[in-house]
Nanobody, 124 residues
Framework: QVQLVETGGGLVQAGGSLRLSCAAS????????MGWFRQALRKEREFVAA????????YAIDSVKGRFTISRDNAKNTVYLQMNSLKPEDTAVYYC?????????????????WGQGTQVTVSS
């Protein structure tokens, strides 16, 4: 059974940092693109960042560029989201997702596996 499990969420003050981890089990995702999405209260799920299967290319939305960094360790079957300079508007449930292909996409419909999410709350 394939599982993606996110950890690392929590409550942090504005300007602080958190590092989210997404550990995959049940199969290797070494050659598959991975992404992070988030969903704030009463808002639609939003793409945040993605990384190719090899880790050679990444992409992030403008609002987190320079603050968030996505990375992966294929030996550990894990993807990370380092979040610095957090703002209250980053408050959301963060989800990890995996594609069945090497190239990344920004549409949630292109992802086949999802984690259960981890809450990130940034206080002002």
């Amino acid at each position: 059974q394939v599982q993606l499990v996110e950890t690392g969420g929590g409550l942090v003050q504005a300007g602080g940092s958190l590092r989210l981890s997404c550990a995959a089990s049940g199969r290797s995702f070494a050659g598959n693109a991975m992404g992070w999405f988030r969903q704030a209260l009463r808002k639609e799920r939003e793409f945040v960042a993605a990384i190719t299967g090899t880790g050679d290319y990444t992409y992030a939305i403008d609002s987190v560029k320079g603050r968030f960094t996505i990375s992966r360790d294929n030996a550990k079957n894990t993807v990370y989201l380092q979040m610095n300079s957090l703002k209250p508007e980053d408050t959301a449930v963060y989800y990890c997702a995996a594609r069945s292909f090497e190239n990344y996409k920004t549409d949630s419909r292109d992802y086949d596996y999802w984690g259960q999410g981890t809450q990130v709350t940034v206080s002002s």
